[in-house]
């Protein structure tokens, strides 16, 4: 079993699958003229300029579930790893797929937010349903979402609460299984309200735990503050070949830094639309550099951090691709959690294993409530009809196969959780990349109303792209019926 995930692994994640990813972004970033540079700015004001409604939830919300999606034990466990398999320059080639991605991320939550629908009363959509709508492919749909539920239900979870219960384990000494079954609980609890409860619960939690865990991570660098020139200067070295201590692994820093970049920030991998579908907006590009902030928040920052903490404290190991030490900092510890919580031991001891434990339980658990959401939105492309002992039966899976990975070997877990990741993403990238004009037709279309001082409201009417959904015209019309009672409103008060 243990051979046929690792060959499974091997295929989804070759050298091409890694090309694939960075020209990906590459292009996206040349063709919108670096949309992620240009408009940093008015990414952060987007995310509080709406609110939500009865179908749709508010971009803040979105950007929430999005964020709770990246934000997780990638980056904590991860980051550990990838230094541990790439050497400190995996860290950069995080930053690069990180920086081309967010243009990715661009790109997939705007298609998202052209092609949405409406289900049972809320707005949901993803790369499934502008697949078939843009692409008038509804067999490649169609098994976009068939894996996206198989690894949304079985294997994406399963790196999440594996390492909740190992890392409450050590810290706490609470056996796994316990832990295994209070995260079913409290799973249950949180996923059964749909996409806004979801909503609700991940834009308290996410800004919470992302900020508790960047001050401490900020405390240990200013700590350390003499040792950031030489730190960011191994880390540009190893990248490009040229710390001699690590130029053995030169190719393994591109591609764990680019592996476990995506597993962390998700861009490409087309999780994230399905949030950015069910968000309420007036343009679909506002969503789409809303996402595409994210995937900062998510490597530049908390990603960063983590790294730092490690590599200030040498609180890591670095091994070839033969299992022999390059560096051996740390004899006897596993690369994981570990090094980050050695690496925060160093300055506060007491409670080291305590803090990542909790920062971990808060990173994977949010992780964990996105996927159910990305396993439900695709449901519901699915299923035409509103099927509760389907839905009931699909939750259940996910809720014992969560209980499962619990007390399971970390190593089969993250294994399981790759092929996952990777076959989610060969699929969107291939699609994004055919179908990203009517993407870059409506960024034309908002920078046009921007110049123009509007507020941009997307007009099907306004742009040549086909098969728009049918909720941006009921959308024109309210935004015309608003336009209207402001002037009613305004000729009442001069009389």
């Known amino acids: 079993m243990e051979h046929a995930i690792q060959v499974a692994n091997d295929i989804i994640w070759s050298d091409v699958f890694i090309a694939l990813c960075l020209c990906a972004g590459l292009f996206f970033s040349i063709r919108t003229k670096f949309v992620q540079v240009r408009f940093f700015r008015h990414m952060i004001k987007l995310l509080f300029t709406e609110g ?32 541990a398999a790439g050497g400190p320059g995996a860290i950069f080639w995080m930053w690069m797929i990180a920086f081309l991605g967010s243009a990715s991320a661009f790109v997939e939550s705007t298609l998202a937010q052209i092609y949405k629908v409406e289900k049972n009363g809320q707005y949901c959509g993803g790369p499934a349903f502008y697949i078939q709508s843009g692409m008038n492919n509804k067999t490649f749909a169609l098994v976009f979402s068939i894996i996206t539920i198989i ?14 219960s190992i890392s409450i384990n050590s810290a706490f000494g ?20 749909g996409a806004k409860n979801i909503g609700r619960i991940s834009q308290v939690v996410v800004p919470f735990m992302a900020a508790a865990y960047i001050i401490m991570a900020l405390i240990i660098i200013a700590l350390n503050y003499q040792e950031i020139p030489s730190v960011f200067g191994l880390i540009f070295r190893s990248a490009f070949n040229m710390e001699a201590a690590f130029s053995g692994i030169f190719g393994a820093a591109i591609a764990w830094g680019v592996k476990r970049g995506i597993y962390s920030n998700e861009a490409g991998q087309g999780t994230a639309p399905h949030a950015a579908a069910a968000s309420e907006t007036s343009h679909p590009v506002k969503q789409g550099l809303v996402q595409a902030f994210s ?16 590599l200030f404290t040498n609180q890591y190991n670095v091994v070839d691709g033969v299992g022999n030490y390059i560096v051996e900092n740390i004899p006897g510890i596993e690369p994981g959690a570990a090094y980050t919580v050695k690496a925060v031991a160093t300055q506060f001891p007491v409670f080291a294993s305590q803090f990542i434990a909790i920062a971990l339980t808060f990173f994977a658990f949010t992780t964990t409530m996105s996927y159910l959401f990305i396993a439900e939105s695709n449901f519901e492309y699915l299923s035409k009809k509103r099927n509760i002992i389907l839905r009931w039966i699909m939750r259940t899976i996910i809720l014992a196969s969560v209980f499962f990975a619990s007390i399971n070997e970390p190593s089969t877990a993250w294994a399981i959780g790759d092929i996952g990741v990777g076959a989610m993403a060969w699929i969107n990238i291939i699609a994004i990349l055919l179908l990203y004009k009517p993407a870059m037709v409506a960024l034309d279309d908002y920078i046009k109303q921007r110049k123009a001082g509007k507020d941009p409201v997307f007009n099907p009417a306004n742009v040549n792209i086909k098969n728009v959904s049918e909720i941006w015209y009921r959308v024109v019309k309210e935004k015309e019926r608003e336009e209207k009672d402001k ?9």
């Open 52 to 83: 939500s409604s009865e179908k749709g939830i508010s971009p803040f919300q979105a950007f929430s579930i999005a964020i709770a999606g990246r934000v997780g034990v990638g980056n904590i466990v991860g980051v550990a790893t990838a230094i």
């Open 151 to 164: 690894s949304c239900s079985l294997f994406l979870p399963s790196i999440q609460s594996n390492s909740i």
């Open 487 to 495: 002037d009613r409103l305004a000729s009442e008060k001069t009389l």
């Open 174 to 193: 609470v056996p796994q299984w316990i832990t295994g079954l209070l995260i079913c609980l409290f799973l249950g609890l949180a996923v059964f309200g």
């Open 295 to 310: 995937v900062y928040i998510d490597t530049l920052f908390v990603c960063t951090a983590t790294a730092l903490m490690i």
